[in-house]
């Protein structure tokens, strides 16, 4: 345990509007309360939400704003009712950092659809102050939200498991979609349809990635273990796959019809939409109703289901598909996802970064 009564600051990378470029910026953390571990982010993957959440697709975000929800860090201090972690364990945090305890969700253990639930950024804590996430040098998180990562799993390989991961594998358990033999398709190749490839082949199914272009057919053949590959655009390929699969992970980030993947589903099959889309998607309902389809959501997964995604890849030998760089480069990464120029999550080394110096230095410069 360190000194329980300082207020520390520290420094992220921010969005100041809804342009979404970030820059340095220091803030306080709350001091460490009794249940509070200190994390000291060692890595912080980029999601397609941090660009929705930076750039205020959704209307409703504050700034500044420091994004980041697929952190790992070490424990670097620990309150004094906190069993679980120890100085020098290394912990990831995701993108909930608080919930009510009491409602219908968090005592059925996912939090995640608690009404009450906060934010790990754009939101505000207990305190009345923002939460800020993890592209910073530095969280303060509530033990209920902090998952170990276990042995065998590289820390920069386990941040995109914090989001992408057990986005894919909290629906696919939920819906009993875990049978091996299931036919599954993984709408849009990025950084969560890749986990989706990942998580639903070592589940033993037959796995086709939907894409928009035919640029990552051979590495999902070839590298992902993808079994096969649809060009949405390929109107002969789409028929011919017609009530072919048992469900489909929709990751798609932007509005897109959803008529051709309906078509795709099988008698009962399941489309499971993943992606955050502020406008209405549309469908004639002779496409549900035809074959009992269901068209459903899902958000993020439980903490339960964030630890034990981290041991399902550890067990099954998974690895994330990364691109590391340094907090430097987020803003061209932030601009190279949304132009799906990665393959397939970047993930960035904020401590090999230096952050607080890079902030003194950005500091210095305009005094
Ligand atoms: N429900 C939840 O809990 C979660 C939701 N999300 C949301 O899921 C969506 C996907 O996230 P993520 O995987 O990080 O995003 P990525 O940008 O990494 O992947 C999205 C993929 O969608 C396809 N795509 C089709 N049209 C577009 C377009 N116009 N712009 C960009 N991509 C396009 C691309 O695949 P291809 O080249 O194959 O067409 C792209 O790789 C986002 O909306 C994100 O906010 C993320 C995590 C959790
Ligand atoms: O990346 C994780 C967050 C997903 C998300 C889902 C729904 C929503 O309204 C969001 O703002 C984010
Ligand atoms: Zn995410
Ligand atoms: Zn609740």
Redesign the pocket.
């Known amino acids: 345990m360190g000194s329980l009564a300082s207020e520390r600051k520290v420094v992220g990378w921010a969005a100041r509007d809804a342009t979404g470029h970030l820059s340095p910026y220091s803030y306080t953390l709350r001091n460490t309360g009794p249940e509070d571990v200190v994390v000291k982010v060692l890595y912080c993957g ?7 959440q930076a750039k205020n697709h959704l209307g409703a975000s504050k700034y500044p704003m420091v994004p980041g929800h697929e952190v790992v860090g070490e424990v670097v201090e620990v309150g004094p009712e906190v069993a679980k972690y120890g100085v020098g364990d290394v912990v990831g945090v995701g ?1 909930i950092v608080g919930c009510c305890r009491e409602c219908s969700p968090c005592k059925a253990n996912v939090e ?1 659809y608690c009404n009450k639930k906060i934010w790990s950024y754009n939101d505000v804590y207990t305190d009345g102050r923002p939460t800020q996430g993890g592209f910073a040098s530095t969280m303060v998180v509530d033990q209920k939200f902090v998952v170990k990562i276990p042995a065998g799993l590289a820390p920069e390989q386990a941040a995109p498991l914090l ?2 991961g057990v ?1 894919v594998y ?1 629906p696919l358990k939920h819906f009993g979609l875990t049978t091996p033999g299931l036919r599954g398709g993984i ?9 989706g490839v990942k998580v639903a082949k070592a589940m033993g199914h037959h796995v086709t ?5 035919s ?2 057919r051979a590495e ?1 053949m070839d590298h992902l273990g993808a079994d096969a590959y649809l060009v ?1 655009s390929d109107a002969a390929a789409m028929a011919a796959a017609a009530d072919s699969l048992d469900y489909i992970i929709d ?4 509005h ?1 019809p959803l008529e051709p993947y309906l078509a795709l589903l099988k008698l009962d099959g399941k489309l499971v ?5 502020g406008e209405p998607l549309s469908f004639v309902s002779p496409m549900v109703m035809l074959g009992r389809k269901a068209i459903t ?5 439980s903490i339960d289901e964030t630890a034990e995604v981290l041991q399902f890849c550890v067990d099954k030998g998974l690895t994330s598909q990364i691109e590391v760089v340094k907090m430097g480069y987020v803003n061209e990464a932030l601009e190279r ?4 120029d ?1 393959r ?2 970047f993930v960035v080394d904020v401590a090999g970064s230096n952050v607080e110096a890079e902030a003194a230095a950005a500091d210095a410069a305009s005094n």
Do not use: W
Not at 46 to 52: K, S, V
Not at 337 to 340: A, K, P
């Open positions: 980029i999601c397609h939400t941090d660009i929705h993108v995640q989001c992408a986005t909290s709408l849009g190749l990025g950084g969560v349809g890749h986990m990635v939907i894409s928009s272009s640029k990552k999902a949405s990751t798609v980030p932007v897109h939409l993943l992606g955050v889309i959501g899902s958000f993020i997964g996802l949304e132009r799906n990665v397939y999550r």
